[in-house]
């Protein structure tokens, strides 16, 4: 059997290499010449999967260690009989973890706890219920809007329209891409939208770029300075508007969902799909485990100390882009990123914090 896969899937050859031969290269640089022979392909969400790049090939199985699958050729791959898969949900508390650390970094240094704000959640799939789930242990007031969400879900009676969402303190955005269907995502908010954002409001986009319209949104930043943008992901990645960071509060390089145990889970879920596609048995490749003790100074134990806990786990400012910041340099931030460990992998182990103090520590994610 012959894969190819992205050299940059987490603990690709430890999982894959005994199961054929394993050819390793950047997934940018994967082309129909490389993959004319292959049976399996694996992909990030940087490797566009279509007919330009299946067509006339050997692919059976291919599979994407990403939560998402926007750039998968579903329709083709289906008519064609190729196998896919994809590992929603791996990311989804890394993308949450990061939420609250923009917010500790936003909120620095201010006597105004943004506990008191209210946030308009867009998207309850994995990533959003997941952090209404931790909104909720906060006490913090939080609506959904969500086209898709069952009835009968756990946060169905937060459901709001769209407008009702972005008119929110904090509106964060946590949907798939998709441009057709009764609810496409591609510019979900445009113009008309992002003028419903509340005053002094912060916009979160940890989900896909294209589902804020760029231009617009400069417009926007532009003529409302007291709005804020949080963006992790970009229109045009990896060349992005050098406009529209200059205009964000807090820019990254698509690594909100970046934690180890997040990269993990996903190449154990394509690694689970591949074998049982192939007929083989599962091996179990080397990991570390168990919770880390959270270090936590005396000096933190103060009213920001939340804040200090959340960004002591993880300091959001250490991944700000360089503003400006090339093509090849956004790549390379993301590609060689050292993956963060997550709240959950953090244990609370100041002897000083008060009940109240580790009530909201564990509501936050960490564990005891």
Not at 283 to 308: C, F, H, I, M, Y
């Amino acid at each position: 059997m012959k894969i190819v896969a992205d050299q940059d899937i987490f603990q690709v050859a430890e999982y894959f290499s005994t199961h054929g031969k394993l050819v390793l290269m950047p997934g940018r640089e994967i082309t129909r010449k490389h993959v004319s022979d292959v049976d399996v392909l694996l992909v990030r969400t940087i490797t566009d999967v279509s007919s330009e790049l299946l067509d006339n090939t050997s692919v059976k199985f291919v599979a994407s260690a990403s939560a998402g699958f926007d750039h998968i050729d579903t329709a083709y791959l289906n008519k064609q009989g190729i196998r896919y898969v994809y590992a929603p949900g791996c990311n989804a508390a890394g993308v949450v973890d990061y939420f609250f650390a923009a917010m500790a970094w936003l909120h620095r240094g201010s006597n105004v706890s943004w506990f008191d704000k209210s946030v308009g959640v867009i998207g309850c799939g994995n990533v959003g219920s997941r952090l209404v789930t931790r909104l909720n242990k906060l006490g913090i007031n939080c609506l959904v809007h969500d086209p898709f969400l069952p009835l009968a879900h756990e946060h169905s009676s937060k459901l709001v329209s769209l407008g009702e969402a972005l008119s929110c303190e904090i509106a964060t955005v946590h949907t798939s891409l998709t441009k057709s269907g009764t609810h496409p995502t591609f510019h979900l908010l445009g113009s008309e939208q992002l003028q419903q954002l509340s005053d002094n409001a912060v916009l979160v986009n940890a989900s896909r770029g294209e589902v804020v319209d760029s231009d617009a949104l400069k417009i926007v930043l532009k003529e409302r300075p007291d709005l804020s943008a949080v963006l992790d992901v970009w229109e045009g990645e990896p060349d992005i508007s050098q406009e529209l960071l200059e205009l964000a509060t807090i820019g990254t390089p698509h690594i909100a969902g970046y934690s180890e145990n997040g990269k993990r889970r996903a190449t154990e879920m394509v690694y689970s799909a591949f074998c049982e596609f192939a007929g083989i048995h599962p091996q179990s490749a080397d990991s570390e485990t168990g919770p880390l003790k959270a270090s936590l100074s005396e000096e933190a134990l103060d009213e920001n100390w939340v804040r200090s806990l959340l960004l002591q786990a993880y300091p959001i400012n250490q991944d700000f882009l360089p503003r400006p910041v090339s093509a090849q340099a956004f790549e390379r931030l993301r590609n060689e990123y050292r993956f963060r460990k997550e709240f959950s992998d953090y244990s609370l182990s100041c002897k000083t914090q008060t009940p109240e103090q580790r009530r909201l520590g564990l509501a936050l994610g960490f564990a005891e």
